[in-house]
């Protein structure tokens, strides 16, 4: 028999090092001294007294989870990839990621555009055919997508599982919200060097002729006629309540609703917009740093905006700031280092709906 070293199982939800780490932040406001004797009363997660050892160090630069040479070690298999778990867990991009084609950033991809190199039966004697293809060469940019999550103060109560709950799903659920938006809406292009095109931006779009039987059939039908990609991927977006109407409507053709429909693979999510998406995955590029920055405050007013600077540039006198301190709040920031692009044209449409 074969004895095995004994380790250690937490029962605690995944998560849990976040939602400490996040309140450790806040309630210490800065002060490491005060963030070492917070994070001894949580011993059952020892990632956020180890992270927060390393940020406190006086004689070197403050480690950061992003630091791929002192905190970030540490926070791979710690804080930052409880979040990064938690946010791909409850995100459409999360969940398409086993599916993407990843790429590292800032490299020049070769994508195909012709038809492929073919063969030919040959006689003796007859000269061998030579194939032609087309290729082109894609570059993968670095864009930074940020989101500030605002929290009651009453949050922070030390030993309140409750309250650790919220702040690990409303956080990750903020990020994954603002990710699946920008990843789907069509409307959302390309600003160089701020953020990459919608995978549906550009792509070719079915106009919806009804909710019943027959219109949906058509409809979704359309759309795959509208994929000219192998379609090795493919998979339906859209929300939970289009695709339970799509199967009250369908009736035995959508039976298997929410798995598939029509034997393609289906994510349903609330984040999607109010359209169905059809998409081969495999023609997506995508790059992901790994990595998640994590900050906290209570001393700062913001403007409780989606667009904040829209606001400022459209009158900056009348935006109106909210003060953390005074309403008894504190703010969590988010931020990722991801990108995606649709790689080969005819590879996803869309279609805008009112079920």
Do not use: C
């Not at 994929?227 to 035995?252: D, E, H, N």
């Amino acid at each position: 028999m074969t004895l095995q070293p004994n380790r250690t199982v937490s029962s605690l939800p995944t998560g849990t090092a976040l939602s400490r780490f996040i309140m450790v932040k806040a309630l210490s406001r800065g002060d490491s001294m005060a963030a070492q004797v917070i994070s001894e009363a949580w011993l059952d997660v020892p990632q956020v007294e180890a992270t927060l050892a390393l940020e406190g160090k006086a004689a070197v630069s403050p480690g950061t989870t992003t630091d791929a040479t002192f905190a970030g070690p540490l926070a791979v298999y710690g804080v930052a990839a409880e979040a990064i778990a938690l946010e791909r867990g409850v995100s459409i991009v999360g969940q398409l990621i086993p599916k993407m084609r990843k790429v590292p950033f800032r490299a020049k991809v070769s994508v195909e555009t012709g038809s492929g190199t073919g063969g030919a039966w040959v006689k003796e004697g007859d000269p061998t055919p030579v194939g032609k293809t087309g290729y082109v060469s894609l570059n993968q940019e670095v864009y930074k997508a940020q989101v500030i999550v605002a929290l009651s103060k009453e949050l922070l109560l030390v030993g309140n599982p409750d309250a650790e709950a919220t702040i690990r799903t409303t956080t990750a659920a903020g990020m994954a919200a603002f990710l699946d938006g920008q990843f789907l809406t069509p409307t959302i292009t390309l600003v160089a060097q701020t953020r990459p095109a919608s995978v549906t931006n550009g792509a070719p779009a079915v106009t919806s002729t009804g909710s019943t039987a027959a219109a949906i059939t058509t409809d979704l039908n359309a759309m795959l006629a509208n994929i000219t990609t192998a379609g090795s991927a493919l998979v339906w977006i859209m929300k939970p309540m289009t695709a339970y109407r799509i199967a009250a409507t369908l009736g035995t053709a959508a039976a298997d609703v929410p798995r598939s429909l029509f034997g393609i693979p289906m994510i349903l999510s609330l984040n999607s917009p109010q359209q169905i998406t059809l998409l081969d995955a495999s023609q997506v590029l995508y790059s992901d740093a790994g990595a998640i920055e994590i900050s906290t405050t209570d001393q700062a007013s913001l403007i409780m905006d989606s667009d904040p600077g829209a606001v400022v540039q459209a009158n900056a006198a009348a935006a109106v700031h909210t003060a953390l301190w005074q309403n008894d709040l504190f703010a969590v920031r988010i931020s990722r280092w991801l990108a995606y692009q649709v790689a080969r044209a005819g590879g996803v449409t869309y279609m805008t709906v009112s079920y």
